[in-house]
T-cell receptor, first 111, second 113 residues
């Protein structure tokens, strides 16, 4: 069953602009993760935020987590054409490490 | 390279064929996973292996048969598939209990004709 749901489904921005992608989920989580996928390739792990954390940074990436609203956002600052990809949020619930993914967001960054 | 290697990258097979997908990781992870990615659908978890024991089978049809001979290798044996099984099959590994992410392979693009 789908746990994470990303919003918007597609996003097109100009190079240099910031990109904000949102994810909502349904049940309590242990952690939430964001992945990136270039067309037809495997997923690359970007960042993980634990349920007791509210914000994390990694380079140009900033992730926030609001457990009261069951939502997360991924911000990519100063976007580049090379950031064009699909982005997925995924959640880990329960005692196991099983990841459940959303459908993903297609980000296009125009040069 | 991510440390998780999948072969072949592309596979075209007939509905009566038998083929196998292979996944190998050299990261020392204890868990390995098969996911199916179809167009317009979320990634679907198929199988989970933890210390080479299957811990999850997500109601996958028996025409998909996984095998995990050790913690570094994972296979997906395919037999009498249907055209709707055409998809990108992704293997991943992780170290459970450490709150770390998954490492994915590049996937096998499977086309069933």
């Amino acid at each position: 069953s789908q746990q994470g749901e990303e919003d918007p489904q597609a996003l097109s921005i100009q190079e240099g602009e910031n990109a904000t992608m949102n994810c909502s989920y349904k049940t309590s989580i242990n952690n939430l993760q964001w992945y990136r996928q270039n067309s037809g390739r495997g997923l690359v792990h970007l960042i993980l935020i634990r349920s007791n954390e509210r914000e994390k940074h990694s380079g140009r990436l900033r992730v926030t987590l609001d457990t009261s609203k069951k939502s997360s956002s991924l911000l990519i600052t100063a976007s580049r054409a090379a950031d064009t990809a699909s982005y997925f949020c995924a959640t880990v619930t329960g005692a196991n490490s099983k990841l459940t993914f959303g459908k993903g967001i297609t980000l296009s960054v125009r040069p | 390279e991510t440390g998780v290697t999948q072969t072949p990258r592309h596979l075209v097979m007939g509905m009566t064929n038998k083929k196998s997908l292979k996944c190998e990781q050299h990261l020392g992870h204890n868990a390995m996973y098969w996911y199916k990615q179809s167009a317009k659908k979320p990634l679907e978890l198929m199988f989970v292996y933890n210390f080479k024991e299957q811990t999850e089978n997500n109601s996958v049809p028996s025409r998909f048969s996984p095998e995990c001979p050790n913690s570094s290798h994972l296979f997906l044996h395919l037999h009498t598939l249907q055209p709707e099984d055409s998809a990108l099959y992704l293997c991943a590994s992780s170290q459970t209990g450490q709150g770390s992410g998954y490492t994915f392979g590049s996937g096998t693009r499977l086309t069933v004709v």
